[in-house]
C-alpha cells in the first residue's frame, strides 16, 4: 500500500482447523470501531490448507453477511514459522535489515533465499550495546499459499502477519493498565496451541504445541455472530454469543487439559534456559473450544499462577458479556490493533523490511538528474517549435537560449558517465552473492563473533579494458575471545570449493583492540584477498570485475 491511503474498512480473517474468524472493523488515524465479530464453522468437506476450497468458504461466508469489504488483514500461525532471537550490538535503523540477513540465514535449516525475513525490535540489554531481535522467517510458498487463497476469495491481502505478535498486542492492550511483568498468553486450538511469553510488553518466546483438543458436541455448526454493530435488530450488539457447540465429556476435557499442562510445563522450561529463574507473573488463556476455563482452574491448582480468560471488553469498550464471547478472537483483534497503529513495528510477511544496496542508491538517484535534463530539452524542443515563424530578434533570442542550454551539457555527460559506471558495476563485478555465501559458510555463530560491517570492492586500472579484477573483503568484527579472529583467518584460508584444490582467500588481520566489560571485547577487521580461483567458472578477467569502484551494497548492516 506504499504511496496510498490505507482503506477505512478491512476485514480481518484467521482459522484453524474447526472454525473460521472475521473481524470487520473501521480503522481511521485515531479511530477504530469493530462492526462486526463472527465465527463460521469450516465444513468437513473443505480443506484449509487447500488455497481454492478454503478462498471459496470465506467468499461465501462474507456474501451470507453481507460484508462487501475487499480488503484484508491475516497471520500466519506459529507451527508455520521458524522464530530466533538473535543478540545484536545497537546499529542505525537502517543498517539493521542487512545485519539481520546475514545473522539468519546462518541458523536456518534451509536456505534464506527461499525464506521471507521479517523482525521485531526486543528490550535492549542493561549496558544499551545490544538488542534482542525477534526474526521470523516463513517459506516462500507458504506466503504464496495465504495469497492464493484470498485471491480465491476475491480479497485483497493487504498484510500478512505473525500470530503469536498479533496476540501479544491484544493482551498488551487488554492489561495496559497492570501488566505484569512477565504474562503467559495460551491460545487453545483444536490441533495446535500457541504458547507465548511476555517480558515487559515484548513477546520474547513463542512455541506451537501439538495438542488435539477433543470435536464440540453433535449440535454445533452453522454460523454465529460474536459482534455487531449496535443498529443490528438481533440483539443489543447483534447478537454476541459464541455457541459452537455443547462440550467435549468430562473425560475427554480432563484429557486435553492435562496434556496442555504438560506442555505449557514444557515451554515455560524451554524459555527458563533462556532467562534463568524467571517467575512467571500471570497467565492468560485464549480460545474457543470449550475447555478453557477448566484449563486455567488446573493451571492455578497446579502451578500455582494467576489466571484469566482472555476478554476483550475493556478494550474495545463492550459490555463484559461480549468481551467473553469473543475469547478465541486474540489474534484478529490484535491484527487490528496492529493496523490502527500504521506506525509501529509490525511484522509484515508480504512487505518485509529489506537491504538496500548502493548500486539501488545510484539508480534511484540517477531518474532525479535525467529529469533534469529532460526538462530542458523539451523546453528547447518547444521553443525552437515557437521560433520558427519568429522574425529575427526571436531568431537572436533562440540563439540565446540555445547557448543558455549548453550549459547544462556538463551535467547531461555527467548522467551518462554516471550510468556507464553503474551498468559496468552490475555486469562486471564479482558474483558478491555466491562469495559471501562461501565466506559466512566458514564463519562461527554469533554467539562467537558478530560482524559490524562487511565491505567489498574490487579494482581495475579502466573498466573499458580487458584486464583483471583485484577484489577485497574487508570484515569489521567482534569477537569474545582473542584467538577466535586467528581462528576464523586460517579456517578461511583453507577452504576450497568442492573438487578444486585452489584457494579462495588469502586473509589478513589489522591491528586488534580490547575493549574490557564487553560482551565482545576484541575489535579487529579481516581483509580477505579474492584469490584467483574466486572469479566465477568459464569468465574471462573483464566478466568478473567491474568498474573502480568502493560499495558495500548488501552486507553492509
Given at each position: 500500500m506504499s504511496g496510498r491511503r490505507p482503506p477505512k474498512r478491512v476485514?480481518?480473517?484467521?482459522?484453524?482447523?474447526?472454525?473460521?474468524?472475521?473481524?470487520?472493523?473501521?480503522?481511521?488515524?485515531?479511530?477504530?470501531?469493530?462492526?462486526?465479530v463472527l465465527a463460521a464453522r469450516i465444513p468437513p468437506e473443505v480443506d484449509p490448507a487447500d488455497p481454492q476450497q478454503m478462498g471459496t468458504h470465506l467468499q461465501r461466508v462474507l456474501q451470507q453477511e453481507g460484508i462487501t469489504t475487499r480488503y484484508a488483514i491475516a497471520d500466519v500461525p506459529r507451527d508455520q514459522v521458524v522464530l530466533n532471537t538473535l543478540h545484536l550490538p545497537v546499529v542505525a535503523p537502517e543498517e539493521l535489515p542487512g545485519m539481520v540477513q546475514i545473522q539468519i540465514a546462518k541458523e536456518l535449516s534451509f536456505p534464506v533465499s527461499e525464506a521471507v525475513v521479517d523482525f521485531t525490535l526486543g528490550p535492549r540489554a542493561a549496558d544499551g550495546n545490544t538488542t534482542d531481535v525477534l526474526v521470523a522467517a516463513v517459506r516462500t510458498e507458504v506466503v504464496r499459499q495465504w495469497e492464493a487463497t484470498f485471491e480465491a476469495a476475491g480479497l485483497k491481502l493487504l498484510r500478512l502477519g505473525l500470530r503469536p505478535h498479533a496476540s501479544k498486542v491484544a493482551i498488551c492492550r487488554m492489561l495496559s493498565a497492570t501488566l505484569p511483568q512477565r504474562v503467559v498468553f495460551i491460545d487453545v486450538r483444536p490441533t495446535f496451541t500457541e504458547v507465548d511469553v511476555l517480558k515487559e510488553g515484548h513477546l520474547v518466546f513463542s512455541r506451537a504445541a501439538s495438542v488435539m483438543v477433543p470435536e464440540a458436541g453433535a449440535d454445533a455448526g452453522g454460523l454465529t455472530v460474536v459482534g455487531a454493530d449496535e443498529d443490528e435488530s438481533r440483539s443489543p450488539r447483534g447478537g454476541l454469543t459464541l455457541n459452537l457447540g455443547g462440550g467435549p465429556s468430562a473425560f475427554s476435557t480432563e484429557s486435553a487439559v492435562s496434556a496442555l499442562v504438560v506442555e505449557l510445563t514444557r515451554s515455560?522450561?524451554?524459555?527458563?534456559?533462556?532467562?534463568?529463574?524467571?517467575?512467571?507473573?500471570?497467565?492468560?488463556?485464549?480460545?474457543?473450544?470449550?475447555?478453557?476455563?477448566?484449563?486455567?482452574?488446573?493451571?492455578?491448582?497446579?502451578?500455582?499462577?494467576?489466571?484469566?480468560?482472555?476478554?476483550?471488553?475493556?478494550?474495545?469498550?463492550?459490555?463484559?458479556?461480549?468481551?467473553?464471547?469473543?475469547?478465541?478472537?486474540?489474534?484478529?483483534?490484535?491484527?487490528?490493533?496492529?493496523?490502527?497503529?500504521?506506525?509501529?513495528?509490525?511484522?509484515?510477511?508480504?512487505?518485509?523490511?529489506?537491504?538496500?544496496?548502493?548500486?539501488?542508491?545510484?539508480?534511484?538517484?540517477?531518474?532525479?538528474?535525467?529529469?533534469?535534463?529532460?526538462?530542458?530539452?523539451?523546453?528547447a524542443v518547444v521553443f525552437s517549435?515557437?521560433?520558427?515563424?519568429?522574425?529575427?530578434?526571436?531568431?537572436?533570442?533562440?540563439?540565446?537560449?540555445?547557448?543558455?542550454?549548453?550549459?547544462?551539457?556538463?551535467?547531461?555527460?555527467?548522467?551518462?558517465?554516471?550510468?556507464g559506471l553503474v551498468q559496468a558495476f552490475d555486469t562486471q563485478q564479482f558474483v558478491w552473492v555466491d562469495l559471501l555465501q562461501e565466506l559466512l559458510s566458514v564463519l562461527p555463530s554469533n554467539e562467537e563473533m558478530v560482524l559490524e560491517a562487511v565491505e567489498m570492492s574490487h579494482d581495475k586500472k579502466d573498466w573499458r579494458k580487458d584486464t583483471r579484477a583485484e577484489g577485497r573483503i574487508v570484515?569489521?568484527?567482534?569477537?569474545?575471545?582473542?584467538?577466535?579472529?586467528?581462528?576464523?583467518?586460517?579456517?578461511?584460508?583453507?577452504?576450497?570449493?568442492?573438487?578444486?584444490?585452489?584457494?579462495?582467500?588469502?586473509?589478513?588481520?589489522?591491528?586488534?583492540?580490547?575493549?574490557?566489560?564487553?560482551?565482545?571485547?576484541?575489535?579487529?577487521?579481516?581483509?580477505?584477498?579474492?584469490?584467483?580461483?574466486?572469479?566465477?567458472?568459464g569468465k574471462g578477467p573483464s566478466e568478473g570485475a567491474g568498474a573502480g569502484a568502493s560499495a558495500a551494497p548488501a552486507s553492509q548492516p
Open positions: 476485514v480481518v480473517v484467521d482459522w484453524d482447523t474447526r472454525n473460521l474468524r472475521v473481524v470487520h472493523a473501521r480503522v481511521q488515524p485515531r479511530a477504530l470501531k469493530i462492526e462486526r515455560l522450561e524451554a524459555y527458563r534456559a533462556r532467562d534463568p529463574g524467571a517467575r512467571i507473573d500471570h497467565v492468560v488463556i485464549g480460545g474457543d473450544t470449550g475447555i478453557e476455563e477448566r484449563l486455567g482452574e488446573v493451571i492455578g491448582e497446579k502451578l500455582g499462577i494467576p489466571t484469566e480468560l482472555y476478554n476483550p471488553a475493556s478494550t474495545f469498550g463492550w459490555e463484559p458479556d461480549e468481551g467473553a464471547a469473543a475469547s478465541g478472537f486474540s489474534a484478529g483483534l490484535g491484527l487490528v490493533l496492529c493496523q490502527s497503529e500504521p506506525e509501529g513495528l509490525h511484522y509484515d510477511f508480504l512487505h518485509p523490511r529489506r537491504m538496500v544496496s548502493q548500486t539501488r542508491e545510484k539508480l534511484r538517484k540517477a531518474p532525479l538528474v535525467g529529469a533534469v535534463v529532460v526538462l530542458f530539452v523539451a523546453s517549435y515557437e521560433s520558427t515563424a519568429a522574425d529575427r530578434k526571436l531568431l537572436a533570442d533562440k540563439d540565446k537560449r540555445i547557448s543558455e542550454l549548453k550549459s547544462v551539457e556538463d551535467e547531461y555527460d555527467d548522467f551518462l558517465n554516471l550510468t570484515l569489521k568484527t567482534r569477537t569474545k575471545n582473542r584467538d577466535t579472529a586467528l581462528q576464523v583467518i586460517d579456517a578461511l584460508e583453507a577452504y576450497r570449493r568442492q573438487g578444486q584444490a585452489r584457494a579462495l582467500f588469502k586473509v589478513s588481520m589489522g591491528t586488534q583492540s580490547e575493549k574490557k566489560g564487553e560482551a565482545y571485547g576484541f575489535s579487529q577487521d579481516l581483509t580477505v584477498q579474492l584469490l584467483s580461483g574466486a572469479l566465477p567458472p
